[in-house]
């Protein structure tokens, strides 16, 4: 046996777009094992529940992550309608529904550019991220925040979008699609990135489903884990299948992403048609009593809010699972026995946000 | 490969805005009655109003632009602006206005 040496990776790398840290135990240029840290950005966020009004904290749970921020705002206010009983109108839902599959491609686009450039493949991290700018204007355009939206609130949505701007967000969703399905063509059936990513970092399904993978992770290991299934906000109403791939190695998390990405313009253009007339919210009095675990899909996977209230205007927990954090232990998994060489990748293809998962 | 650049030569030129743009926030001075609502709504406690001395006072760096005290106002007198502000080299951000008050009370006709 070789000796063994330890070999810091982060909280500050370059491929790193947040502080993870992990203790890389090497045996010669072979991972043998993997110590994780979090813990750098934490913000105390679920705490502050105590101190801010059940309607004002939705900014808060807003502001847990930067990036999925609505679909965030969107589970903390759905536990909090559970709690109260309240009956959101279903134009609010329709809406919900439509910001959080931009919220989707949004995040994904920002992923694969990301991604694309810790390989050294710029032009098609300058293009993901030219794309993504289309999706950012139709969100301020719609909401009046780029990537903090502000829109959810108790009870329903605080803006509403005209008929017009829907067909006109659609078009430009249609508009944009083969822009995109050229892109995502060029970044999956390029040889130099298929070796990079074939049969590297293997999930096996059975391993996915024990250590709790989420989200793309887990539905490029052949598990078909999708929240939206379950019908929550208007997606009871819209046909959609979530996208599985069953070869579980970095090559086939990347699909799942990409493939992802389709199906949401697809979804925000059956909400487009369907979407019933009507108002966007409802008056909401009292306080919630009680507690709700809400459940929603993230970009990045299953997010939970845990949600308490004693019939107060503050409520007594918070607490939120976010992604990332189940996603942690697979990583461990999926990086013992690889090479040094390609724990960058592997770890970006977890799409890790670690932001998210210390709030 | 001729083409112009797909990015925007931010600050140089100034940013996309659309109407709903949340910039920040602006007061109409005259119109305020000094209810307090925006105060209290205000999820990160960065408006102040005395009511006393007649002044609505908001910290501009405490502001998260999230529109809420524009939904609250009764007298619609706050207004969402959609530019940007510039961006601060130094503290401060403190910004007091005097405003009207309440209105009062016509006397009553005799």
Redesign the interface.
Same mark, same amino acid.
């Given at each position: 046996m070789s000796k063994q040496i330890t070999v810091p990776f982060g909280p500050q790398h370059p491929v790193l777009p947040e502080p993870l840290h992990l203790d890389l135990v090497l045996e010669d240029e072979k991972v043998v094992d993997v110590i994780p840290t979090i813990g750098y950005v934490h913000r105390g966020l679920e705490k502050l529940v105590e101190k801010?009004e059940y309607t004002?904290?939705v900014? +808060?749970a807003e502001?847990i992550c930067g990036i999925c921020s609505f679909i965030h705002s969107q589970t903390y206010v759905q536990g909090i309608e559970q709690i109260m009983g309240l009956e959101v109108p279903e134009r609010a839902q329709y809406l919900r529904t439509i910001w959080s599959e931009y919220s989707r491609l949004h995040s994904h686009l920002l992923w694969l550019g990301c991604f694309a450039d810790s390989m050294g493949f710029e032009s098609v991290f300058?293009n993901a991220w030219?794309l993504r700018?289309h999706i950012l204007?139709d969100l301020?355009?719609?909401? %009046? %925040?780029r990537v +903090?939206q502000?829109v959810c609130k108790v009870g329903g949505v605080?803006?509403d979008i005209s008929p017009e701007k829907l067909d006109e967000m659609v078009k430009g969703l249609r508009g944009i699609e083969h822009e995109l399905q050229d892109l995502t063509n060029v970044f999956l059936h390029d040889s130099s990135i298929q070796h990079r990513l074939k049969g590297i970092g293997v999930l096996k399904k059975e391993d996915a489903y024990y250590f709790g993978a989420v989200g793309p992770t887990a539905r490029g290991s052949g598990l078909a884990i999708d929240i939206r299934e379950t019908g929550y906000a208007a997606f009871g109403k819209i046909n959609f299948k979530p996208v599985v791939e069953h070869d579980g190695d970095c090559y086939a998390r990347c699909a799942v992403r990409a493939k992802e990405m389709f199906t949401s313009i697809d979804i925000i253009e059956q909400c487009a048609k369907k979407i019933p007339d009507g108002p966007v919210d409802i008056k909401v009095t009292g306080a919630p009593d009680g507690e709700y675990l809400s459940r929603a899909e993230q970009p990045r996977g299953e997010v939970i809010h845990y949600i308490k209230g004693n019939g107060k205007k503050n409520l007594v927990r918070h607490r939120v699972r976010t992604p990332t954090f189940t996603n942690i232990p697979p990583l461990v998994t999926l990086l013992k026995g690889c090479e040094l060489a390609d724990v960058p990748v592997i770890v970006l293809t977890i799409d890790p946000c670690i932001g998210c998962a210390e709030r | 490969m001729f083409s112009r650049p /797909?990015t925007l030569m931010y600050p140089a030129k100034p940013a !996309?805005k $659309?109407? /709903? $743009?949340?910039g920040h926030v602006k007061i109409n001075p005259d119109g305020c009655i000094t209810c307090r609502s925006c105060q209290r !709504?205000c999820?990160t406690q960065a408006i102040c109003v005395e009511v006393k001395e007649k002044t609505w006072q908001i910290d501009q760096m405490r502001c998260?632009?999230?529109?809420?005290c524009v939904?609250v106002c009764p007298t619609k007198c706050l207004i969402?602006d959609n530019q940007y502000r510039p961006a601060m080299t130094a503290r401060g951000g403190l910004e007091k206005f005097t405003v009207a008050g309440p209105k009062k009370k016509e006397p009553a006709a005799v």
């Open positions: 801010r004002e904290y900014f +808060i502001r300058m030219r700018e204007d301020e355009a719609t909401t %009046g %925040g +903090i502000g605080r803006r | /797909a !996309k $659309t109407d /709903a $743009t949340r !709504k999820p998260v632009v999230c529109a809420v939904d969402m």
